[in-house]
C-alpha cells in the first residue's frame, strides 16, 4: 500500500494547482506551479520535499522544472515575449543560468544526473549535455533530442522523426532502439522504459529494454486487466516500472478511461488499487524513485491534483525483523516520531508508532499498510 500526498502550489483560484514531473531519491520534486502575478495566475518553476512547497521561481518569465538530481539542481526551460522563444535553464542554489548562448534560443534542459550532468534539447532537433560543475557544453548530439540521463552517462531521447535512441556520453556513440515505439526512462544499469507496438493489434504495449545489448530487444509488460494499451514512463534502480494506460471500456477501470499503473516483481497493479484515500483516482505517472515514491498526476473529487505516492510497510510483531528493528531505531521510530527504514536498499517511511500497533488492540490508530 501506498500513502498519498496531494502537490499543491500557492494560488488557490488557478486551475491545476501544481504538476511535478521528476523526483529525487529523498523525496525531493520538481515541475510547475502557480503564482498569482498581477492578478493572473503565473506559471512558474517549483521545488517540493515529500510533497510541502520549498522554492518557486519568480515571474514575469514563465518557467518550467522538467529534471532534478539529487543535488537539488534543477533544470528546465524559460520562455519570454509571450512564449515567441523558449531557453534552457539549470538552477543551482537559486541562481539560474540561462543556456540559451551556448545551446540555442529555443532549447530547453530535460533532466540531469546526480553527477551534474545536464541533457536537453530544441527546435533545431539537436540534443545538448552541459556539465553543471564544469560550467560548459559537453558536446551536442545532431541525430538526438535528448529527454532523460541516468548517473552512468546514457541519455534516452528522439530523432527528428519520433523514433528512440541512446546516446552514451563515455562513448560518443548513438544507438536507435528500433525495437522500441517510444523511450522515458532509463535506470542506472541502461534498461529504458516506454512503448512498442505488437500483433496481431499492434496498439501501443508497455515494455523495457536493454540498450546495453548489441541489438536490443523489447520487452512487454502485462497490462492491468481490462486496459487496452499503454506506456511505460519511468523506471527505477530496483527494476520498478510506473506508467498509464488506456481502458476502452471503462467499467474495467471504474468509469474512468485511464489508469496509472505499477509493474513491479513481475506483476502490473493500477495504483488507484493500492491507496486507501478517499476521492482520488490516479492517471498519469511521471517518475519513480529508487525508495520507490511516485509522482504524477489524477483527480480529487473530479479536480485534476499532482499527487506524491511513498510505499508504506508494517509487520506483524513476531515477524519483525533485527535489521528492520535497527533501522526504525534509528530512524527515529523509538522516540514516536515517525521516521524511515532501509531494506533492499529502499527508504521506506513508517509511522511514528510502526509495526508495533499490530501487537496492541487497544490502540486506536491504525497501521499503514
Not at 502550489?9 to 525531493?28: I, T, W
Not at 539560474?96 to 532537433?125: H, K, R
Not at 536493454?210 to 499503454?230: K, S
Not at 519483525?320 to 521506506?348: H, T
Request: some cysteine; hydrophobic content about 40%; glycine content about 14%.
Amino acid at each position: 500500500m501506498y500513502s498519498l500526498l496531494p502537490i499543491l502550489g500557492p494560488d488557490s483560484d488557478a486551475p491545476v494547482s501544481a504538476e511535478a514531473y521528476s523526483l529525487g531519491n529523498d523525496g525531493q520534486a520538481a515541475g510547475t506551479t502557480f503564482v498569482n502575478y498581477e492578478g493572473q495566475s503565473w506559471p512558474v518553476g517549483a521545488q517540493w520535499l515529500n510533497g510541502s512547497l520549498t522554492s518557486t521561481l519568480p515571474p514575469p518569465n514563465h518557467t518550467t522544472f522538467w529534471g532534478i538530481n539529487d543535488g537539488l539542481v534543477a533544470v528546465g526551460s524559460m520562455t519570454t515575449n509571450n512564449y515567441t522563444t523558449e531557453s534552457a535553464i539549470v538552477v543551482d542554489t537559486g541562481n539560474v543560468t540561462d543556456l540559451s548562448a551556448l545551446v540555442g534560443p529555443n532549447s530547453w534542459a530535460a533532466d540531469v544526473n546526480d553527477q551534474g550532468l545536464v541533457c536537453g534539447g530544441g527546435t533545431n532537433g539537436e540534443g545538448f549535455l552541459y556539465s553543471v560543475p564544469a560550467n560548459r557544453l559537453v558536446t551536442t548530439v545532431s541525430t538526438l533530442n535528448l529527454a532523460v540521463i541516468n548517473n552512468s552517462g546514457e541519455a534516452v531521447g528522439f530523432s527528428g522523426s519520433g523514433k528512440p535512441g541512446v546516446h552514451n556520453v563515455a562513448s560518443g556513440t548513438t544507438k536507435m532502439l528500433d525495437a522500441m515505439e517510444s523511450a522515458y526512462g532509463i535506470n542506472d544499469a541502461g534498461v529504458a522504459c516506454g512503448a512498442a507496438g505488437t500483433p496481431p493489434t499492434y496498439k501501443a504495449v508497455p515494455g523495457t529494454c536493454d540498450t546495453r545489448q548489441a541489438t536490443p530487444v523489447f520487452q512487454p509488460i502485462p497490462l492491468p486487466a481490462g486496459a487496452t494499451e499503454g506506456t511505460a514512463t519511468a523506471i527505477n534502480n530496483s527494476g520498478d516500472v510506473v506508467g498509464s494506460c488506456v481502458f476502452d471500456v471503462p467499467s474495467f477501470n471504474n468509469g474512468f478511461h485511464f489508469g496509472a499503473f505499477l509493474y513491479q516483481n513481475g506483476t502490473t497493479t493500477l495504483l488507484d488499487t493500492l491507496i486507501s484515500d478517499p476521492g482520488w483516482h490516479l492517471e498519469d505517472v511521471f517518475d519513480i524513485n529508487a525508495s520507490g515514491q511516485i509522482i504524477g498526476m489524477g483527480t480529487l473529487n473530479g479536480t485534476l491534483t499532482a499527487f506524491m505516492l511513498s510505499p508504506t510497510i508494517s509487520w506483524p510483531w513476531w515477524r519483525f525483523p533485527l535489521p528492520v528493528l535497527v533501522g526504525s531505531l534509528l530512524g527515529g521510530v523509538a522516540d514516536d516520531a515517525g521516521g524511515w527504514i532501509v531494506i533492499g536498499g529502499r527508504r521506506i517511511p513508517i509511522d511514528p508508532w510502526g509495526p508495533w500497533l499490530h501487537y496492541s488492540r487497544k490502540s486506536a490508530m491504525r497501521s499503514l499498510r
